[in-house]
């Protein structure tokens, strides 16, 4: 495409993109106002199953605005979405960066949405806090974004849903920048049991430049563990991260702008565990077989990458 056709594509997808974010700030107002509801605060939080918020209206409505983020700051390219079933249940399991702004999440999600659309019944499992901050929560839910537990896991399969899942969590997120190229998920095999335990497809999702949004100087695991975050907020990792506008954030607190990486995710072609593992299959060498393939491809793309952030 020439340059001329370039801007005037960026400029024509302007108001798209502004009526797109204009709702996800309505959304959020209107979730910070009623968090702050007296009568809300008295009467406790609603019971909703949280599988029953995905929104495909608001996923139209907004997804011009994911879509504008994904093409023009992160420069975001998804290959092999063809590897995804268009119907039926099936585990998509990625690599995990970027700490809490997971931009490699939002570029997926949009490309996923462009791809199907909207109706096309799609989960991202997201860890606990995301969903006790006011503003934050109501972006993301709409789009299908669920509390990380195995019940949630189980109802979205159940119900015929694409579900992303991150085995890595919190450890892999923040893992230092020098080992963006590496597959880490801690050695946490629940994701092939339930595959085994429901026959489910896995789908690899490998991504690459959510790590470069920040400088991570790794996981501070010890401290972590001294102060006991798990048993208080589920939390494995106290992260330090060097990133504008402060400079140094701890677990991404106060806050920071991630930096212009370019993201790149290839989804692999579906693993049937039970036909390349056999009649008696083991979870440990199906964790071994998933995480092989995600780290060939990994370090395919890290190859293909000249300049951190540049790409």
Known sequence: MSTRGSISGFVGAVPGAAYGVANMVRAASADVLAAADPRRLLDGPESTDPLDLRDPDYIQRTLPALRAMSDVYFRGEVRGLENIPADGPVLLVGNHSGGTLIADTFVFAQAFYDHFGPDRKFHQLAHDLVFKVPGIRATLQPYGTVPASPDNMRAALARDAALLVYPGGDHESYRATWHSADIDFAHRTGFVRLALELDVPIVPVVAIGGQE????????????????????????????????PWGVTLLDLPGRIPLPAKITVEVLPPIDLGAELGSD?????????VTSRMQDTLDQLADERTLPVIG
């Open 281 to 289: 299959p083991d979870p440990e060498k199906g964790y071994e077989l």
């Open 213 to 244: 949004t920040a400088l991570f100087l790794g996981q501070n695991q010890r401290l972590a563990k001294l102060l006991h975050l798990h048993e208080l907020m589920r939390l494995d990792v106290l992260p330090l991260q060097v990133a504008p």
